[in-house]
Every structure is written in structure tokens, then in C-alpha cells.
């Protein structure tokens, strides 16, 4: 009898075990989630072509607007030019009131004129030089005063022919000399209010045999010496 009751009370135990055991359900599972940096975003073109097939069908679909990149507009700093500086042939003479220059990349005769008591400034006149190879380059019936000599060529051509320039440089005091020397243009003007360039009357300088420098003005036709 006692054996039977301990047989019924260990049944009853296991079966409580097993009943606890189903009721506390299966092992708790872990979930991990991965973050990647490696990953791509899609391309305006396959952002397209995705639209377009999930929307296959549909008439309404709208288009991806192009994107990309518009005319180039490019816009100029608005200067003024900059000086031309360059070495040019010339001939040079002095005479008693002024000198002559010859300048060869534009056969010109520029004639300065000094101003009253002074040769550091005064008028400047410009010429072609007209002459020609063969022409007659002094006046043999003109006596120069003592220390001076007849100009020859063109400078003699144009002194002889213009009574206003042979009045206003006299005699020669030296010979022409012809040598290479450093010409240097600035350009006059100014910037409108729309940053055009306005041209305007310019400044030229010119080096002598004797290392000085002039400025001619285009505005008031006159020279000066610089240095």
C-alpha cells in the first residue's frame, strides 16, 4: 500500500516538470543587425529606369527631370591695356631750338620744338618723311652760321621745305645719328559704367642717344623730358 503511494506521487511530480517545462516555451533567440558603409546610392539613371518599371502602365508616370550642367558664360576682367614696350630703329639730330627724331616703324619725323628759355619741354609736330633715295639731301647754296651744319635727307627735305619747322629749330648742332632705342606706348582712355574700353589720346616715350627720355602727349601734342 505504502509502495503504491510513493509510485502515484512521483508520477505526479514528473508530470508537473513536464508541465512547467511546455509552458516556459523555447530558448530566447538573439537578433544582430549588420551596418554597412559599402553601399551605393543609386544613379539619376537607375532612379529612372526604377520608376519607370514600377510604374509600368501608368500614363501619368512623370519623367525625371535632366540634370546637367548649362552654357559656360565667361566674362572678361575689364582693363585697361597694358603699355607696349619694344626697341625700334631712329635717327636723332639737335638743332638750336629742338631736335628731330625718325622713326622707323612708322617713317615718321617728330619734330620737337623747345619752349621758350628751357629744353625740358615744348611742342611737338609729326611728319611722314617723304624722302626718297636719290633726292638731293642738302642745299649746296646754304651757309650754315658758325657751329651749325645743314640737316641732310629727310630731316633736310622737311627743314627745307617747311619754312615753320626751319623757324622754329634753326641750324642742326650736330650730326644724325641712327640707333636702336626703347619705345614704350601707354594708352589714354577710360572705362565706361558697362567696363568698355573708351580709347583716348596716349603717351609715347622715347630714349635718346644720350640716355634721356621724352614723353610725347597726344592729348596736347607736346613733349616733356622725363628723366
Known amino acids: 500500500m505504502i509502495e503504491s503511494r510513493k509510485l502515484l506521487f512521483a508520477l505526479v511530480a514528473m508530470m508537473l516538470i513536464l508541465l512547467a517545462a511546455a509552458c516556459s516555451g523555447p530558448p530566447e533567440t538573439q537578433v544582430y543587425i549588420v551596418l554597412t558603409a559599402t553601399h551605393e546610392p543609386p544613379t539619376l539613371t537607375a532612379l529612372a529606369v526604377e520608376t519607370s518599371e514600377a510604374s509600368s502602365g501608368n500614363s501619368a508616370t512623370p519623367t525625371p527631370p535632366a540634370v546637367g550642367l548649362g552654357p559656360l558664360t565667361v566674362v572678361a576682367t575689364p582693363a585697361m591695356p597694358t603699355p607696349v614696350v619694344t626697341q625700334i630703329q631712329v635717327a636723332e639730330q639737335v638743332f638750336q631750338n629742338g631736335r628731330m627724331f625718325w622713326l622707323q ?7 620737337m620744338v623747345n619752349d621758350e628759355g628751357t629744353t625740358e619741354h ?13 633726292e638731293v639731301e642738302i642745299d649746296p647754296e646754304l651757309t650754315p652760321p658758325a657751329d651749325t651744319i645743314q640737316p641732310r635727307r629727310g630731316f633736310g627735305k622737311l627743314w627745307r621745305q617747311n ?4 623757324n622754329l629749330v634753326g641750324w642742326a648742332t650736330t ?9 614704350e606706348y601707354r ?13 583716348g589720346p596716349g603717351i609715347h616715350l622715347l630714349t635718346s642717344l644720350g640716355n634721356e627720355v621724352f ?13
Open 163 to 166: 619754312e615753320e619747322v626751319r
Open 215 to 227: 614723353a610725347f602727349e597726344e592729348a596736347d601734342m607736346t613733349w616733356r623730358l622725363v628723366k
Open 122 to 134: 615744348g611742342r611737338w609736330l609729326r611728319f611722314d618723311d617723304t624722302f626718297v633715295e636719290g
Open 105 to 111: 616703324p612708322n617713317t615718321e619725323i617728330w619734330v
Open 187 to 199: 594708352a589714354g582712355g577710360y572705362l565706361d559704367s558697362a567696363g568698355r574700353y573708351v580709347p
Open 175 to 183: 650730326p644724325e645719328y641712327g640707333f636702336v632705342t626703347t619705345y
